[in-house]
Nanobody, 120 residues
Framework: QVQLVESGGGLVQPGGSLRLSCAASGSIWSITDMGWYRQAPGNERELVAV???????VYEDSVKGRFTISRDPAKSMMYLEMTALKLDSTAVYCC??????????????WGQGTQVTVSS
């Protein structure tokens, strides 16, 4: 399995920036795609961004041009650079990693999440 730990959340004013980090440990050799989801109070969890093993990225429409996802395999790290934050960016942000094992089994691991609050 893979353990994921997020950091970097906090309180920021509208228009501000934050950088979230996701540290992976364990069977990191099994990781393929990684990404970020978020869940605001009363809302469904929604995909924010995904990055494949090859570095291809996909973003949710509302964050395109403002958020940047990246990963550093050498450090087993993934990042989400968030700029021009809006009030509706407030949510718990969780990272995930998709794992593939030699048996063919596929598993998705999740972190515990980090709170991002955008408020004036």
């Amino acid at each position: 399995q893979v353990q994921l730990v997020e950091s970097g959340g906090g309180l920021v004013q509208p228009g501000g920036s934050l950088r979230l980090s996701c540290a992976a440990s364990g069977s990191i050799w099994s990781i393929t795609d990684m990404g970020w989801y978020r869940q605001a109070p009363g809302n469904e969890r929604e995909l924010v961004a995904v990055i494949t093993n090859g570095g291809r990225t996909v973003y949710e429409d509302s964050v395109k041009g403002r958020f940047t996802i990246s990963r550093d395999p050498a450090k087993s790290m993934m990042y989400l650079e968030m700029t021009a934050l809006k009030l509706d960016s407030t949510a718990v942000y969780c990272c995930h990693a998709d794992l593939i094992f030699p048996t063919g089994a596929r598993v998705r691991s999740w972190g515990q999440g980090t709170q991002v609050t955008v408020s004036s």
